[in-house]
């Protein structure tokens, strides 16, 4: 049987980007994806702005929901302080696979660590099998459906503090209109959208960035 989508962007960047060279990695998928296939990475317009949140909140725990192929892994890992940390959870192992070789291609698997299952069932056990206390930044990039019970669940397991930054993609597409209600209505976060727009594309999205209170 034929490559898929995600092996023939592991391809792309194997080809094309330098080992160890993160901003090659993501300059390589962008490239493919713009020219050759559209994927359903965060790409690069939507990039920066998860770039300069990032750089803003600085956290040394981080989480990613949705790893797909790693584009959005490796642009989050490429900013952390030494020390940090990601988790990434991705619920296909087919993405899962391609998504280890494109962040141990960029050089970041030391920065990263990638666990395959659903959030529903591996956010509980987050703080016990890992050690981790708090996440101070977690990007929602994962089924559109999952935003609001999961946000919840890291809430309930005591994954937030004060401060925590949740920012979400595709609030507007494909859309996530019950996550955009519940944490605009909560008077636990604090909320704003950053316009833009789907990657690789004209149609409008955006990211929404909330704090969460306490
Ligand atoms: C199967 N699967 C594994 N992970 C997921 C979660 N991600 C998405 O669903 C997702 C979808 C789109 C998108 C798809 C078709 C379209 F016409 C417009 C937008 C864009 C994104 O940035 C996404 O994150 C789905
Ligand atoms: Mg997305």
Not at 42 to 65: F, H, M, Q, R, Y
Not at 88 to 106: K, L, S
Not at 145 to 165: A, H, N, W
Request: proline share 5%; charged share 25%.
């Amino acid at each position: 049987t034929g490559s898929s989508r995600p092996q023939r962007m592991l391809k792309a960047v194997q080809k094309n980007a330098t080992k160890g060279d993160p901003q090659s990695v993501i300059s390589a998928i962008d490239h493919y994806c713009r020219h050759k296939e559209w994927a359903m990475n965060v790409g690069d317009d939507k990039g920066l702005i998860l770039d300069s949140v990032l750089t803003e909140v600085n956290p040394s725990t981080a989480l990613e929901l949705g790893t797909y192929c790693g584009y959005s892994t490796v642009r989050i890992a490429r900013l952390l302080s030494p020390g940090s940390k990601l988790f990434t959870v991705e619920f296909n192992p087919a993405f899962a696979e391609v998504a280890r070789q494109i962040i141990a291609y960029a050089g970041l698997q030391d920065k990263v660590t990638l666990v395959e299952g659903s959030s529903g069932d591996l956010i509980p056990k987050m703080k016990e099998q890992f050690g981790i206390k708090y996440f101070d930044f977690v990007f929602l990039d994962h089924w559109k459906d999952r935003y609001v019970p999961d946000t919840k669940l890291l809430e309930d397991c005591g994954l937030l503090k004060k401060g925590s930054v949740l920012l979400a993609d595709n609030v507007i597409c494909p859309g996530a209109p019950e996550y955009l209600k519940y944490v605009r209505n909560s008077p636990r976060y604090e909320s704003r959208y950053y316009k833009s727009n789907l990657e690789y594309t004209k149609v409008e999205d955006g990211l929404e960035k909330s704090v969460f209170l306490g």
